[in-house]
């Protein structure tokens, strides 16, 4: 199995500039999460999916930000307009049911944002 | 509010002793703890875990110790190698899927 597939890797933007990151999650698992890793605050839940619907999106910092699953193996987290405070790691993972307590969520290599 | 904390950002340790890395949590609600692992350029990865009604859950060389009352997990790691040098993420759950983490610990383990 190839893993949490995320891209870009690396994204450099302007200010203003839409940013559209992207996931596609293993095979089979269904939930989806996306997480933001700061230096202040660490990693942050920002949303996730069951089943391709949000279930708590409680972590979205403001409108500017939205997530769509249109389908179970794919993802996309949009940033419109971005702005350098949004400068971050982003990660997705993903996960299935496997039983109480045993939940482990799979992390893709993240995508590495940067808004000047 | 930092529901789950780890209060050291780093920790050097020498080849071979014991590294223990701390978490702290204020939500009693919390029923399963997890500690992550991640190397630079890649995403954190799953390390081991333990069950609210458990308190010490052990595998290979990584120990989770759990302390109810005082909302205290710990991760031991021994004897530590230089593979072992990462950012160890703590986390906790209650019911539904949704993990908080901490800020991390950066292990740097010396020759």
């Known amino acids: 199995d190839a893993g949490v597939i995320q891209s870009p890797r690396h994204e450099v933007t302007e200010m203003g500039q839409e940013v559209t990151l992207r996931c596609k999650p293993i095979?089979?698992?269904?939930?989806l999460f996306w997480y933001r890793q700061t230096m202040m605050r660490g990693l942050e839940l920002l949303i996730y999916?069951?089943?391709?619907?949000?279930?708590?999106d409680s972590g979205m910092p403001e409108d500017r930000f939205s997530a769509k699953m249109p389908n179970a193996s794919f993802s996309t987290l949009k940033i419109q307009p971005s702005e350098p405070r949004d400068s971050a790691v982003y990660f997705c993972a993903s996960s299935f049911l496997a039983g109480v307590g045993r939940e482990t969520q799979y992390f893709g290599p993240g995508t590495r944002l940067l808004v000047l | 509010d930092q529901q789950v904390k780890q209060n050291s950002p780093s920790l050097s340790v020498q080849e071979g002793r014991i590294s223990i890395l701390n978490c702290d949590y204020t939500n009693s609600m919390f029923d399963y703890f997890l500690w992550y692992k991640k190397y630079p350029a890649e995403g954190p990865t799953f390390l081991i875990s333990?069950?609210?009604?458990?308190d010490k859950n052990e595998d290979g060389r990584f120990t989770v110790f759990l302390n109810k009352s005082a909302k205290h997990l710990s991760l031991h790691i021994v004897p530590s190698q230089p593979g072992d040098s990462a950012v160890y993420f703590c986390a906790a759950k209650w019911g539904a899927q949704k993990l908080v983490f901490g800020q991390g610990t950066r292990l740097t383990i010396n020759p």
């Open positions: 095979s089979g698992h269904d939930y």
């Open positions: 333990i069950s609210s009604i458990k």
């Open positions: 999916f069951n089943n391709n619907v949000p279930i708590d």
